[in-house]
């Protein structure tokens, strides 16, 4: 699947955002927006100061600044490294910790902290708690093999490796600069936590736009196109092919008519070619999609009708969820059916297209009220709550 990258500079409601734009094609499959006034905290690590144990939540709030409690599940307090140490073999109040933020706030929910500090590359990430070799599953098992037979001989007790899907286009020279590097980094952040008073921020994670660059998959990318030459410099600076759009008659966010695409999706109703819709619904706990068959009139079969604009939907509700970037709890309502048969080719579909979602999302079940539940990865914040 050939894709393209579009970053540019984006006016919307006032506010001036750099937006991130994965194109297949002429459809816009992903779309982030950074205000270029507000930097994203989103896999910062500071040293951060232990300000309550909740016992009943089994979590901690971790102060990252004066003021600024984020959430930390002591389930996944496993090694953390400790800048300033209560006596106590528990994690305390006053603890002063490294920590790294793995989630935004989200609606009402405070940054998520972990322990678990990640250093990301373009092929590599390095994990401080978890020491095993992680292979991509994405790539073929002989492809598995071979890197990690590549990176075996360096296994590290004091880290972990996880190897991304793109490291299959890379060669091997490149794949262990990248190790290097990424273990000098890690080591000498350690190294200099020790001597940082809390709140000090040990690492600032890369502009939003460089990071979600990492995250695609290179071969199956045609090419990142920008019209900003700031833009541009900083992305040429990092590693990454990138074109510099010149054409004064027409805009790059015009040509690609982002702006259009932007604002269908937030619109609440989707319509189907069927002439079925989608209705979408975020709410504070979960997010609601009523799929309905509108205009759409069964000449024969109704039930195989029904099924066909629910296979229709289940793709549309796909490619939605990616773009809006809905996460946590979903429940779609599709149209009654009667047939098992025709239930379980439905269910199959869906978990077949959300599959090709780059954050990992579960198809739960078909409940008794032919109510189908998904959970799809917190990471960012929804398409809503970035320009909100």
Not at 188 to 208: D, G, I, M, Y
């Amino acid at each position: 699947m050939d894709q393209k990258v579009l970053i540019t500079k984006l006016n919307y409601n006032k506010i001036t955002y750099i937006t991130t734009a994965l194109y297949s094609g002429k459809q816009l499959l992903e779309v982030y927006l950074e205000p270029v006034e507000q930097k994203s905290i989103l896999n910062n690590i500071y040293v951060g100061r232990v300000k309550d144990i909740v016992k009943n939540l089994n979590a901690a709030f971790i102060e990252i600044a004066p003021g600024k409690p984020c959430y930390y599940s002591l389930e996944d307090c496993h090694n953390p490294i400790y800048v300033k140490k209560i006596n106590s073999p528990r994690m305390v109040q006053g603890d002063e910790v490294v920590v790294q933020v793995v989630k935004e706030n989200i609606k009402t929910k405070p940054p998520k902290l972990s322990t678990n500090l990640t250093f990301a590359g373009n092929y590599l990430v390095l994990t401080t708690e978890n020491t095993t070799i992680g292979i991509s599953r994405k790539l073929p098992q002989e492809e598995r093999e071979r890197l990690k037979g590549l990176l075996e001989p360096y296994r590290n007790p004091d880290f972990g490796i996880v190897v991304r899907t793109n490291a299959a286009q890379a060669t091997e020279t490149e794949i262990l600069t990248e190790y290097n590097n990424l273990k000098q980094e890690y080591e000498q952040l350690v190294q200099n936590a020790v001597h940082r008073t809390c709140f000090s921020c040990l690492k600032e994670s890369p502009p939003e736009f460089l990071s979600l660059l990492r995250d695609v998959h290179q071969h199956e990318l045609q090419e990142i196109i920008t019209d900003d030459t700031e833009l541009y410099a900083q992305i040429e600076k990092s590693g990454f092919p990138v074109k510099l759009y010149e054409d004064t008659m027409i805009s790059l966010s015009k040509l690609y008519s982002l702006e259009v695409k932007l604002k269908e999706a937030l619109q609440e109703r989707v319509w189907l070619k069927s002439g079925g819709y989608l209705i979408i619904q975020p709410t504070e706990a979960l997010t609601v999609i009523d799929v309905n068959s509108g205009k759409s009139i069964a000449k024969k079969n109704v039930q195989e009708h029904y099924l066909n604009i629910n296979l229709e939907a289940a793709k549309e509700i796909a490619h939605q969820l990616r773009l809006r970037n809905i996460s946590g709890i979903i429940v779609v309502d599709f149209i009654d059916m009667k047939e098992q048969k025709a239930k379980d080719t439905l269910m199959y579909q869906l978990r077949q297209l959300v599959k090709t979602d780059s954050v990992p999302v579960q198809v739960v079940d078909m409940t008794r009220l032919n109510l189908v539940e998904l959970t799809r990865k917190k990471v960012r914040k929804s398409l809503a709550e970035q320009i909100s």
